[in-house]
Structures are given as structure tokens and as C-alpha cells.
């Protein structure tokens, strides 16, 4: 996580906050204003999403199912009549309507199982997204830290070129007075123009650290930009801290290392819901339908005489004929629709059995597969940890370094400033030339940028060792 937090450039979206950017920003606002639009944090924020999605529908699958089918057919030719069952050459319009309901009631405790490891993982995506927000606090710290650097840079080389520039006026006067050589005043004007240039490139420095953290913070107007200096700089992180009791408090409070945990409990749970597919399903039905077909007709009217006689037959033992008389065909029509449908109405219900023997072996497939998911998380959170401790492990021997070099730099700048003192006043005395004296002031300036550095460096350190005891990322 950390390997590539230095030079780690996050995206954050272009919304524009309601307050100017020309107001001095703190480190607490910057931080702020990129969890809320950093694009990293919204694309974990949907994955977060999605996981609760299916954490709620694991936990609807134990509710009913229900659902309703309707069709309207034409059927041409010689087509079934649906309620003669008998073939017949025309066209039929018929409807069918149904409603099916079901419901489980015992499947392996596949539901109970899925829905512990769905919210198991919605709880992990929680963590992910706090790991987010980690990381591109760190960064955004960094880039402050940078900023506020670089204007300390700017101080020392502005209050260099000042005394430089005294000097040159004192060295000026001397030498029009007979008191040095025009050697001396010339090194010192050369250093002059030098020193100009120093503070010139710092100022660039300062705008462009600047206008770095504005893009970072994808702010509308970057060179007005500005960031609030803090009264005081605070470390706050003691020189004896250990490595392992810095990672036994990282392993209680950081994210990454409670959703390697949680996937853990996921995969397990989502094994046991694997097997429970081995086990028979019970599940209870109901449904209810009813059909229209325009072949079923009803008579409107009474049969009529049509004046024709019919035989149907002889007088037993003779050869006379019996007849009976003729009618027409009564008048029809087909029955309502809605008429139909209440009529043919149907409903049922009971219940259903489903013993798993072989199907494909896919029972068997996806327990494997859930088994070596299981295996991962727990290899996945082995190397969490492990990267954890080679993190901190890094983290407080870093910090160590820094520390050392804020002794050392301490040190030389005492040795520096008082051997600056004494050229400065030799030279003044006439008794030192302007090369050796201009050689103790750049080396008391480096001694002062690199003390400077190397203080901003261990602040930097000290807070991503607050950050893995679980401290907020602040600077007052």
C-alpha cells in the first residue's frame, strides 16, 4: 500500500465546492473534499452497492414467488377444439390465463447460508471502502506536506538573499573605502545573482506544489489555490516505537486486514451453502388459470319447423316409415369472454420434492470450487498480515532513519551557523576572502534546506505511524 503512495496520483472528479478557491484550504478540508469526490472512493462506493444488493436478495429468496402468464393463440386448419377435444378445419382464437405461486420450505439451509455470506461480504466492501479512503488521505497529506515544504524552502532562501544583499551594500562601502579588494565585492554580487535565482525557483516551486495538490483535488482555478500553514507542527510519535507493538495495534484497527477477515468468514459460509445442494428441496405450490376459446357457443333462440320430414326408422314388422319432422339449426353465439373465464376457473396446490441423485456432477464442481475459494481467503488474509508487518516494519524503520537524520541535521546546522558567524565576522574584518566566506554561507544554507527536509520528512513518517495506531491524519 504504501511502496507506491508517494508517487501515487488519484483522481478526483471536477465537482466544484460552494466556498471560493481562492480561501486557504486546510489539510482537514482538502482531505474532506476528496472523499467526496474522488472517483477511486465512488467507484468503491457502487461496489458497496452492488454488495448490499445482494445481501438484500439473499434475503429475499426465502420469500414467495409469484407470477402471472397470459397468451392469445390463432390456430389455422385442422386444429384440436380445447373444449371437444375433437379435430376440426377452422380457425380458433383461444386465451389462457394463469397465476403460480411457490414457496420454500427447506433447501440444505442453502438461504440461511448465502445470506450470512453475502452480508459477511457487504461488511468486508465497507472496509474496502475505508481502505480507500485511507490511502488517498495519506496522499493527500503528502501533497499538503509538500506544499507547506516548499514555502519553508522559499523562507530560507528569501532571508539568504536578504543578508546576502546587506552584505553586498556593507562590502560596497568597504571597498569604495579602500578596506577590501573589488575581488570581494564582485564574489558577493555573483553570489547575489545566485541567490536571486534560488529564491526565484523556489517561488516556482511553491506555486507548482501548489498547483499539484489543486489538480490532485481536481479544484477549478489551481493557481489560486492556496493552503492554511499550521501554527504548529506537531509529530507526536515517540523515537522508541516498536515494530510489533505497532503492528499487534495495525491489526486491530486496519481495514484491510478486517475484510481479509470477513471474505474469510464469506467463503466459509458460501461453502456450506455449496453442500447444502446435496441436500433434497422441499417447496410448497399453488396456482390457479382458466382459458377462452371463441368455439365455445351458446343457442339465443328456440329451434323452428322447417317443413321437412326426416326418417328415422321403420314400423317393427313392416315396411312403413317413420318420420319426424325437420328444424333449423338454432341461432348461436360464442360466449363472453369474462363469462368463460369465470367459468372455466381451476385452481391447485401441494407440494414438491427434489432429491439431488446426478445432475452433471455439479453439486460435487461447485463444492470444490467453493472449497478452493475458501482455501484463498485464507491465504489472501495470511498475506495481508504478512504485508501489513513488512509495512510497518518499513514504516517505523523509516521513521527511525528520520529521526536520526533530524539529529544529525540539527547538529550540523549548529556547526554551520557558528562557523558562518565566524567567517562572517572575519570577513567583515577584512581578515577572510569573499570565496571562503561565501563557502560557509552556502554550506549554513544547505545545512538549514536540508535540516528543513529532513524535519518535514519525519512529520510525514510520524503520521503513517499514527495512522497504523489508528490516529486521525492531522496537523495541529
Not at 397468451?71 to 375433437?86: A, E, H, K
Amino acid at each position: 500500500m504504501l511502496r507506491t503512495l508517494f508517487a501515487s496520483l488519484l483522481l478526483v472528479s471536477g465537482s466544484v465546492m460552494a466556498q471560493s478557491p481562492a480561501e486557504p484550504w486546510t489539510l482537514e478540508r482538502c482531505i474532506d473534499h476528496a472523499f467526496k469526490n474522488n472517483i477511486t472512493i465512488k467507484q468503491t462506493e457502487l461496489q458497496l452497492n452492488n454488495a448490499r444488493a445482494d445481501l438484500d436478495q439473499s434475503r429475499a429468496n426465502r420469500l414467495p414467488t409469484l407470477n402471472a402468464s397470459a397468451n392469445l393463440s390463432l390456430n389455422t386448419g385442422r386444429v384440436i377444439d380445447p373444449f371437444t377435444n375433437t379435430f376440426g378445419e377452422k380457425t380458433i382464437e383461444s386465451n389462457q390465463l394463469s397465476l403460480q405461486a411457490s414457496v420454500p420450505i427447506w433447501t440444505g439451509l442453502q438461504i440461511t447460508n448465502n445470506v450470512k455470506a453475502q452480508r459477511f461480504g457487504f461488511m468486508a466492501n465497507m472496509k474496502d471502502l475505508e481502505v480507500t479512503r485511507n490511502n488517498i488521505g495519506l496522499s493527500v497529506a503528502n501533497f499538503y506536506l509538500q506544499v507547506l515544504l516548499a514555502q519553508e524552502l522559499l523562507e530560507i532562501a528569501e532571508a539568504q538573499l536578504e543578508t546576502t544583499q546587506e552584505q553586498v551594500v556593507r562590502t560596497e562601502k568597504l571597498v569604495n573605502a579602500g578596506s577590501l579588494s573589488l575581488d570581494n565585492l564582485l564574489n558577493l554580487k555573483a553570489q547575489l545573482g545566485n541567490e536571486e535565482l534560488n529564491v526565484i525557483n523556489a517561488r516556482n516551486n511553491v506555486i507548482n506544489s501548489q498547483v499539484n495538490l489543486a489538480l490532485l483535488l481536481q479544484l477549478p482555478d489551481p493557481e489560486a489555490f492556496r493552503v492554511v500553514k499550521p501554527t504548529r507542527l506537531e509529530i507526536g510519535v515517540v523515537l522508541q516505537a516498536e515494530i510489533d507493538g505497532v503492528f499487534k495495534s495495525a491489526l486491530d484497527n486496519q481495514p484491510q486486514i478486517q475484510a481479509a477477515e470477513l471474505r474469510t468468514k464469506q467463503a466459509q459460509y458460501s461453502l456450506a451453502a455449496a453442500k447444502g445442494g446435496r441436500s433434497p428441496r422441499l417447496s410448497a405450490f399453488a396456482n390457479l388459470s382458466t382459458l377462452y376459446s371463441d368455439s365455445r357457443l351458446r343457442t339465443t333462440g328456440d329451434p323452428t319447423l322447417n317443413g321437412q320430414e326426416i326418417p328415422i326408422g321403420y314400423v317393427q314388422g313392416t315396411n312403413q316409415i317413420v318420420v319426424q319432422p325437420g328444424f333449423n339449426t338454432p341461432p348461436t353465439e360464442i360466449v363472453p369472454r369474462g363469462t368463460q373465464f369465470s367459468d372455466n376457473l381451476g385452481y391447485g396446490f401441494g407440494l414438491s420434492l427434489t432429491i439431488p441423485i446426478l445432475n452433471n456432477w455439479q453439486v460435487n464442481n461447485q463444492i470444490q470450487r467453493a472449497r478452493n475459494a475458501y482455501t484463498l481467503s485464507q491465504l489472501q488474509l495470511e498475506g495481508s498480515r504478512n504485508q501489513l508487518f513488512t509495512d510497518v516494519a518499513t514504516s517505523v524503520t523509516n521513521y527511525r532513519a528520520a529521526a536520526t537524520r533530524v539529529q544529525a541535521n540539527e547538529r550540523n546546522v549548529l556547526a554551520q551557523r557558528e562557523s558562518y558567524k565566524f567567517s562572517e565576522l572575519r570577513f567583515n574584518e577584512g581578515m577572510m576572502n569573499a570565496v571562503d566566506y561565501l563557502n560557509a554561507k552556502n554550506r549554513a544554507q544547505i545545512a538549514e534546506s536540508n535540516l528543513l527536509q529532513s524535519r518535514y520528512e519525519l512529520l510525514f513518517r510520524a503520521k503513517i505511524l499514527d495512522f497504523y495506531l489508528g490516529k486521525p491524519i492531522v496537523l495541529n
